[in-house]
């Protein structure tokens, strides 16, 4: 009997890049969009600035939706005071889970905008700078706390590593990974057999076996050890198993394959800005407000995050700091559902 092997279709990714002529734009007029939700009929959900979330409907009308409660609803003056929706999302009913950097809490917001805080401290001590969320699907929640330096952006260098990754479930929140430079967001592989985790500051994505009871195990680097030029932020799974991730500062998209192999997807940022930066960076302290302030393309200044969307899922949208608007475009390759993709 003669074994036929089934043969590993060719990566997607491979050979591909965005061409900027194809990308276009979702929404108008929103203030620092850093994390993108994306429904099954074409919704997409953006943090803002003006302290809560906008719904972008199908037909390309939006509105602002904010807290009618727990905080003010002023736009956060400058990223370090006021409310900051930073990481999104839903949990299974439909409501918006929200990583409010500005207010170190994870907040709980209906879609008419009642709003409440879930958890702001862990045994009385303050969380910290709450980044990311993440729900599995036994309905735990996943948050990264970036640092406890305040302000935070003393915690933008390379020496320092008192990031961690709480867990809340049945028990309560508690951390269960701590030790990273700066952690940002945080995805499950498909089996939710491991966390992966961007560490902002180290330019290198780091996974931990998950065990039943939600400890972590068995920490490792996945793919290189450095993802290139500028800082790493979102990351996001496709299909295939690639890893896409956004390198903020230098604006471009890279992808770590199933082998481990790290390929530049986009590219937008300046170069030279962006050399200075990491040249600063690489020396140790902090770098300077006007050599981060001279960085950054212009499709999606400050990139900051990748969501995969569209009835096919096909479609890449970006997130940043400084755009008004989410580019997109279309991926040879459609996405990893999220948990709610078939819950909302």
């Not at 008004?324 to 559902?337: E, H, I, Y």
């Amino acid at each position: 009997m003669v074994l036929i092997r089934e043969k590993t279709p060719p990566n997607p990714l491979k050979g591909w890049q965005v061409d900027p002529s194809t990308i276009r734009t979702a929404g108008r007029d929103l203030s620092r969009p850093e994390c993108i939700l994306a429904e099954r009929d074409g919704s997409l959900w953006a943090a803002d600035s003006r302290g809560g979330v906008v719904h972008i409907r199908p037909d390309g009308s939006q509105r602002l939706i904010a807290p009618r409660g727990g905080h003010s609803e002023a736009q956060a003056p400058n990223l370090y005071e006021g409310t900051l929706p930073n990481g999104l999302a839903f949990a299974r009913n439909g409501d918006i889970l929200i990583a409010n950097f500005g207010t170190d809490a994870l907040e709980l917001m209906t879609r008419d905008g009642a709003c409440r805080t879930l958890h702001d401290n862990i045994d009385g001590a303050p969380l910290g700078k709450v980044n990311f969320v993440l729900r599995d699907r036994s309905d735990r929640l996943w948050i990264t706390i970036s640092t406890k330096v305040n302000p935070w952006s003393d915690a933008i260098r390379n020496d320092l590593a008192d990031g961690c990754i709480v867990l809340i479930d049945e028990k309560g929140p508690r951390v269960v990974a701590d030790g990273f430079h700066f952690t940002n967001e945080i995805r499950l592989d498909a089996k939710e057999e491991w966390l992966y985790v961007a560490e902002t500051c180290a330019r290198r994505v780091t996974r931990l076996r998950v065990a039943a009871d939600g400890s972590l195990h068995d920490r490792e680097v996945y793919g290189p050890s450095s993802l290139g030029c500028g800082l790493l932020d979102g990351i996001a799974f496709d299909a295939y198993g690639n890893l896409w991730a956004a390198m903020i500062f230098a604006d471009t998209l890279v992808a770590i394959t199933p082998d481990g192999e790290l390929l530049t997807l986009f590219e937008d940022g300046d170069r030279e800005a962006t050399a200075r930066f990491d040249a600063e960076f690489d020396g140790g302290g902090l770098v300077s407000a006007d050599t981060i302030a001279a960085t950054g393309g212009k499709t999606a200044p400050w990139l900051t995050s990748l969501t995969f969307g569209g009835a096919d899922l096909a479609t890449v949208y970006l997130g940043s700091l400084k755009a008004t608007t989410l580019p997109c475009f279309k991926s040879p390759v459609a996405g990893r559902p999220m948990v709610h993709w078939s819950q909302t």
